[in-house]
């Protein structure tokens, strides 16, 4: 055999081994996500049974969800700056390690103090986690077209997560002991952190921005806590209570201090002028409305499949796996219609869907049946999987390869937030709307589907504002809309319109290189 022909075997076997090492990091960041989502929901349907089980007071209940939304929220920018400066897979690591020892001291707890602060711990893993799983996507697959590819999986494997919860829940809640739903982490934990030994190489932001900003770090983190513990324990001790208001303007305060502090400092843990792109701006907003209703409304279907059409736990979680399957599905093909169609287009669209889904939703009564709910769902997920892609991608690609981590952890604390936000204010309306019809004489199932479908009213109307948005915010602008776009010059179009992506992935290259 001649010597080239060696060479050209080695150089063929090294591209093999690192397109592998590609896709086995995006294994470990997708059992990462799905861990993370699966333990946003799959706690809800078994709580009767953890209540009966610890003796645990009402309060107490709330706080073994609340307490993992209030770390997970009020960290998440920490933990992406902290991943942009000491290293992306580092960060991974350490998430992944303290969110598995917590499920396992969770699914272990033998009383209600102990399984509350094992959530809260669950909370800080998730908020180290997140923010560096999209990251590690954007370090990892610098080819355009892959990376699109890549985050297809990301969004179809969180969507099936969201799916399972109920069911993996209703399940073990039915036939084991409650504990499993946070045991079942533990295995999937240490595959995951496995995995990302060997594959995930790592990657942080230049030396030039590698600097804590300590004042940043600490008014975020502040802001996002009182922010989530007033959105969570607003509704049980009034919105007018004085530890609420005092939580709100210490929010409110926060925030201004940190926007004060982030104009002003040389190397801000937020670098204000990502806001000023607006596929950025607009691109978080569309996530951010995207957010507010899906979750609130996923939160009040749940209940009006159980109370008012009488499904059982299982039933109804099985009643979202359609809706998943379905998110799964178009996110996969979301990159090639994006391809073809421009982002914009495609996010607006997938919106579009979204809308329909819960028009057919709202014409839906007491006599709905499990087939008379599938169009509504499959529609809903359709849309949700059309727009994540390109819109996560939009996001992404409008910043710095260096400021990923914090540009994930904006992403996914806006969808939290955004998130709890639906959650209270549709749940506002429904209980306003709901009150009134009982006033009227209405009977109390009728009066509760008069507010459910009011809530739905809200929430059709403000994803058709983000139909607008999206479409808006995410056209190309005119100097990238004339270049080629067909073969190879297509990918090169696609990193001129993001800007500085094509120079910022040599300079992650080079912080690779000096990367321990």
């Known amino acids: 055999m001649s010597g080239s022909t060696v060479s050209a075997n080695n150089e063929s076997a090294g591209s093999g081994r690192v397109e592998s090492r590609r896709w086995w990091a995006l294994a470990a960041v997708s059992l990462a ?30 706080w073994v969800v609340s307490s993992y939304l209030l770390t997970l929220a009020g960290l998440l920018l920490v933990g992406g700056r902290l991943a942009d400066v000491f290293g992306r897979r580092r960060l991974f690591g350490v998430g992944m390690a303290v969110f598995t020892l917590s499920s396992l001291a969770a699914g272990l707890a033998g009383s209600g103090g102990v399984l509350i602060a094992s959530r809260a711990v669950q909370g800080v893993g998730a908020a180290l986690l997140m923010p560096t799983t999209l990251a590690i996507i954007m370090a990892t697959f610098t080819n355009v077209r892959e990376r699109s590819t890549a985050i297809g999986i990301w969004a179809a494997v969180s ?78 001790s009034g919105w007018t209570a004085p530890l609420i208001l005092g939580a709100f303007a210490v929010a409110a305060g926060a925030a201004v201090a940190f926007g004060a502090i982030e104009a002003r400092t040389a190397n801000p843990m937020v670098d204000l002028s990502m806001f000023r792109r607006r596929e950025f701006s607009g691109g978080s907003g569309t996530m951010m409305i995207w957010a507010f209703g899906i979750l609130g409304i996923y939160f009040f279907t749940s209940l009006y499949l159980q109370q008012t059409l009488g499904f059982s736990p299982v039933k109804a979680g099985l009643a979202f796996v359609p809706m998943a399957l379905c998110v799964a599905v178009f996110a996969s093909i979301a990159p090639r219609v994006e391809a073809r169609a421009g982002a914009y287009r495609t996010v607006a ?153 094509d120079e910022l992935a040599g300079e992650l290259m080079v912080a690779k290189e000096m990367a321990p």
Do not use: C, K
């Not at 333990?39 to 003796?55: C, M, Y």
């Not at 014409?363 to 087939?371: F, I, K, M, N, V």
């Not at 008379?372 to 819109?391: E, H, T, W």
């Open 159 to 236: 969507a099936l997560a969201l799916a399972l919860g109920p069911v993996l829940g209703g399940l073990i809640s039915q036939h084991l002991h409650w504990g499993w739903i946070f045991l079942i982490n533990v295995p999937i934990g240490v595959i995951t952190f496995a995995i990302a030994a060997f594959y995930v190489d790592e990657s942080r932001a230049g030396s030039a921005v590698r600097q804590l900003d300590l004042p940043g770090l600490v008014t975020s983190a502040l802001s996002l806590f009182a922010l989530t513990y007033a959105l969570i324990e607003g509704d049980v």
């Open 33 to 62: 996500t799905f861990m993370t989502y699966l333990d946003n929901n799959i706690v809800n349907v078994a709580i009767p049974t953890i209540q009966r089980s610890l003796h645990l007071s009402v309060s107490g209940l709330e």
């Open 349 to 501: 669209f997938g919106m579009l869907l979204m809308v329909v889904g819960l028009v057919l939703f709202a014409r839906l009564g007491l006599q709905a049946s499990y087939t008379s709910l599938l169009p509504g769902f499959m529609l809903f997920g359709a849309g949700a999987g059309l727009m994540n892609v390109p819109l996560t991608n939009a996001v992404m690609q409008a910043v710095p390869a260096a400021r990923s981590g914090i540009a994930s952890a904006l992403l996914n604390a806006s969808r939290e937030v955004a998130g709890l936000l639906g959650i209270t204010v549709i749940g506002a309306v429904l209980r306003t709307r709901q009150a009134s019809a009982l006033r009227a004489g209405t009977d109390p199932v009728h009066a509760f589907v008069d507010g459910y479908h009011l809530g739905l009213l809200v929430t059709i109307l403000l994803l058709a504002a983000g139909v607008v948005v999206s479409f808006v915010t995410l056209r190309p602008r005119a100097a990238a809309a004339t270049l080629p776009t067909t073969g190879p010059a297509r990918e090169s179009a696609a990193v001129a319109e993001l800007t500085t992506v």
